[in-house]
């Protein structure tokens, strides 16, 4: 720790937090910089960086009774440091996850499909034993129309997400996002932020080997060009499609479309070629795509008409059925990223891929199961409940902090509907320096790692930070660059 005069005099540091603990010496620059800086000069590089942020408009949007609500996301200048071992370990389990999980798509999504007379009309892994076929047939995230969506040898997730939290015994993988992952134009933003009100600071650690980035970029790139369909001859021509300026995401897709180079495309400039095609219109031309990285909600293909008269989604399909367009990701994902699949994922690995998973899960229960649902019952207080419908966190129950009227109504709605529901032990989790109101507090905070798939699977070196500024709320809402130490 440094100089206790200095503004970690009352840090409540501790064995659990990763600056004064685990991490102690990783942490020691940031510190000192910290230090130098005192509290007026923090108190200033929070205000340069909000400002910063506000001029290019880095938000983070939610639906609230169906309107869309753009906040802040603020920036803490310190920054999140993550040894080289730990990412190398971190790097690896990712990279590990999104192989078996796309190994399990394809085994889902059989290419020539399955019909109900079919004698083999389960996925292999779920003839083997290994998972319950009712994680697959009856999960929210299913869509049999989308097996015929993935251009021959694609991988159906071109980009996955993976949360992880630190705890007392390492990295935790806590849930997986196959569908539309945000996560790497935040940590591109976080970084230019960071870079912008410390600069002496980064210089150093930049000399030092601090990893960029941006580097993720020509690599997510190029993992999206593979996916391109046989009838693309050149370098395939890439969009990013987003509903818009109404996506809660936004910022980012405009972020990433800037990083990559490529446009951005809504439902209301799509229109079929006539070679069976898609083209973007932009500037008044009309551009044909060969890939389209897709960062719209699945609802929301159906629900978008183009302004040729065709549902979005009937568009896009016949496209990918005329093998002149590939999505990236292809619809239907949800299936592996549920959390009644995340309960089976080292399952999923050893069967797969015959190696043992690199990365600890939380200890989850399946309620749609009597035997498991038997042996919680009576430990829901004690226990975090989240329907297995929930994705993006939403509906999630934690037991040790509901008052008896509100377990009452847990106990009630789990006895009534208990497939809709799965049970996890808390997560013991370090916390990490944060600035809240002007002074240095520990806080929670959460990893998003980001790993692309095409002909390898490989993690980005642009994880994202998030954490948790009011105590205890936990939500997630404040952001930190990631430092990757050489």
């Avoid at 996925?123 to 021959?152: H, Q, T, Y």
């Avoid at 600071?201 to 996916?227: F, I, K, M, S, T």
């Avoid at 200890?363 to 994705?391: F, I, K, M, N, S």
Wanted: with cysteine.
């Amino acid at each position: 720790m440094t100089d206790a005069s200095g503004v970690f005099a009352r840090y409540p540091g501790s064995a659990d937090d990763e600056a004064t603990g685990v991490r102690r010496s990783a942490y020691r620059p940031v510190l000192q910089a910290l230090d130098d800086l005192g509290a007026d000069g923090i108190g200033a590089v929070v205000d340069a960086i909000d400002r910063e942020r506000r001029s290019r408009g880095v938000v983070a949007g939610s639906y609230v009774d169906g309107r869309l609500h753009e906040r802040p996301l603020p920036l803490c200048p310190v920054p999140r440091v993550v040894p080289a071992a730990d990412w190398a370990h971190v790097a690896r389990g990712a990279e590990q996850r999104h192989r078996a999980l796309n190994a399990f798509l394809a085994d889902v999504y059989r290419p020539a499909g399955r019909r109900r007379t079919d004698p083999d009309r389960h996925p292999e892994v779920v003839r083997a034993g290994i998972v319950p076929a009712w994680v697959v047939a009856a999960s929210p995230g299913l869509r049999a129309s989308a097996a015929g969506l993935a251009v021959p040898g694609q991988q159906r997730a071109t980009v996955a997400g993976l949360d992880l939290r630190h705890g007392p015994g390492g990295w935790v993988a806590v849930s997986d996002d196959l569908r539309t992952p945000t996560g790497i134009g935040y940590a591109l933003s976080d970084r230019s932020s960071s870079r912008a009100a410390l600069p002496e600071l980064h210089a150093a650690a930049e000399a030092a080997g601090l990893a960029d980035p941006g580097e993720a970029v020509p690599l997510l790139r190029a993992a999206l060009a593979e996916a391109a369909p046989s009838a693309c001859t050149g370098t395939p021509q890439l969009a990013l499609l987003s509903e818009g300026p109404r996506s809660t995401s936004w910022f980012e897709h405009r972020q990433l479309a800037a990083a990559m180079d490529v446009p951005i495309a809504t439902p209301d400039t799509l229109w079929p070629t006539r070679g069976g095609g898609v083209a973007v219109q932009v500037d008044g031309q009309r551009l044909r795509v060969d890939v389209l990285h897709l960062r719209l909600d699945e609802a929301g293909l159906a629900a978008h008409l183009t302004p040729s008269g065709a549902a979005l989604d009937v568009l896009l399909g016949a496209a990918v059925r005329a093998g002149e367009l590939a999505l990236a990701n292809v619809p239907g994902n949800g299936v592996a990223d549920g959390e009644a699949t995340y309960r089976y994922v080292p399952e999923l690995i050893r069967f797969y891929l015959g190696e043992e998973p690199v990365l600890d899960t939380v200890r989850t229960w399946l309620l749609a199961d009597a035997a498991e649902l038997a042996e919680v019952r009576d430990r829901l207080h004690e226990l975090v409940v989240t329907p297995v419908d929930g994705y993006g966190g939403r509906g999630v129950v934690v037991g040790p902090r509901c008052s008896a009227a509100e377990l009452a109504e847990l106990h009630a709605e789990v006895a009534a509907t208990p497939h809709r529901f799965i049970a996890q032990e808390p997560l013991e989790v370090s916390t990490v320096p944060t600035v809240v109101d002007g002074s240095l507090a520990p806080r929670v905070a959460g990893l998003r790692v980001s790993t692309v798939a095409g002909a390898t699977t490989r993690a980005l070196p642009a994880p994202w930070t998030r954490v948790e500024l009011a105590e205890g709320s936990g939500v997630l809402d404040g952001s930190k660059d990631t430092w990757l130490l050489p």
